[in-house]
């Protein structure tokens, strides 16, 4: 059976947007008089959506308090999300595989949908992908499957083909089961492959050539 669907997640996966996302937290700590945290706790703190990680970076779950660093937060990033923003190399070179190939290629991710194509526009030539959601209010967040079973419904996607999700987190790899797809785990992005092994991934790509490598056996 050949590749119908891949379906990618975007921070950690496609492009590294982890510097800006760290600037954009620590904006929004500062502006509340609230200690500054650490690039590496950034980075454990992701993968969730902001709101969780405001949460953590805080160490609150006061309504009012989360609320005022969402605000602070997305007025930063909105101006900065492409500051330091890069994709992963060898990635765009797998993503043009895929199109190549007439595969239906996709952006599913936890990150606020306001920001996201602006993101890719940055970081990969137009077109690259036929869909993109992010976080919004119609769907639960990941890893509940549902807003990945309506991009592959959107792009008419039979339910019985052959479809992969593949992303950087726990997250992605539970996405993945949850929605039925092959799952491709990639350790180049927020979480290390000793984390991900114990949510046994169908595949493990460690470098954007071994993504295209794995991509290129599922074709």
Same mark, same amino acid.
């Not at 290629?105 to 526009?121: D, G, M, Q, R, Y």
């Not at 690259?128 to 008419?156: C, I, V």
């Given at each position: 059976?050949?590749?119908?669907?891949?379906?990618?997640?975007?921070?950690?996966?496609?492009?590294?947007?982890?510097?800006?996302?760290?600037?954009?937290?620590?904006? @929004?700590?500062?502006? #509340?008089?609230?200690?500054?945290?650490? &690039?590496? $706790? +950034?980075?454990? %703190?992701?993968?969730?959506?902001?709101?969780?990680?405001?949460?953590?970076?805080?160490?609150?779950?006061?309504?009012?308090?989360?609320?005022?660093?969402?605000?602070?937060?997305?007025?930063?990033?909105?101006?900065?999300?492409?500051?330091?923003?890069?994709?992963?190399?060898?990635?765009?070179?797998?993503?043009?595989?895929?199109?190549?190939?007439?595969?239906?290629?996709?952006?599913?991710?936890?990150?606020?949908?306001?920001?996201?194509?602006?993101?890719?526009? @940055?970081?990969?030539? #137009?077109?690259?992908?036929?869909?993109? &959601?992010? $976080? +919004?209010?119609? %769907?639960?967040?990941?890893?509940?499957?549902?807003?990945?079973?309506?991009?592959?419904?959107?792009?008419?996607?039979?339910?019985?083909?052959?479809?992969?999700?593949?992303?950087?987190?726990?997250?992605?790899?539970?996405?993945?089961?949850?929605?039925?797809?092959?799952?491709?785990?990639?350790?180049?992005?927020?979480?290390?492959?000793?984390?991900?092994?114990?949510?046994?991934?169908?595949?493990?790509?460690?470098?954007?050539?071994?993504?295209?490598?794995?991509?290129?056996?599922?074709?």
């Amino acid at each position: 059976m050949n590749l119908s669907f891949v379906g990618f997640d975007l921070d950690g996966t496609l492009v590294n947007t982890l510097e800006d996302l760290h600037y954009a937290t620590n904006y @929004a700590l500062s502006q #509340q008089g609230l200690p500054q945290i650490t &690039l590496e $706790q +950034t980075r454990q %703190f992701v993968g969730n959506g902001v709101v969780l990680l405001l949460k953590r970076a805080s160490g609150s779950d006061d309504p009012a308090l989360v609320d005022r660093l969402h605000q602070g937060f997305n007025t930063y990033y909105a101006d900065h999300c492409t500051d330091h923003v890069k994709p992963y190399p060898g990635v765009p070179e797998a993503v043009a595989l895929l199109k190549q190939a007439g595969v239906k290629v996709a952006v599913l991710t936890n990150k606020p949908n306001e920001f996201v194509s602006k993101i890719l526009s @940055a970081c990969f030539p #137009q077109d690259s992908f036929d869909a993109m &959601l992010g $976080q +919004t209010n119609r %769907f639960p967040t990941k890893p509940n499957p549902e807003s990945l079973h309506y991009l592959m419904e959107q792009l008419q996607v039979p339910k019985d083909a052959k479809c992969v999700y593949a992303g950087d987190s726990d997250v992605d790899i539970k996405t993945a089961r949850n929605a039925g797809l092959i799952s491709i785990s990639c350790t180049w992005g927020f979480r290390s492959k000793e984390e991900l092994i114990p949510l046994y991934p169908d595949y493990f790509a460690e470098t954007g050539a071994e993504l295209e490598e794995v991509l290129r056996k599922l074709l």
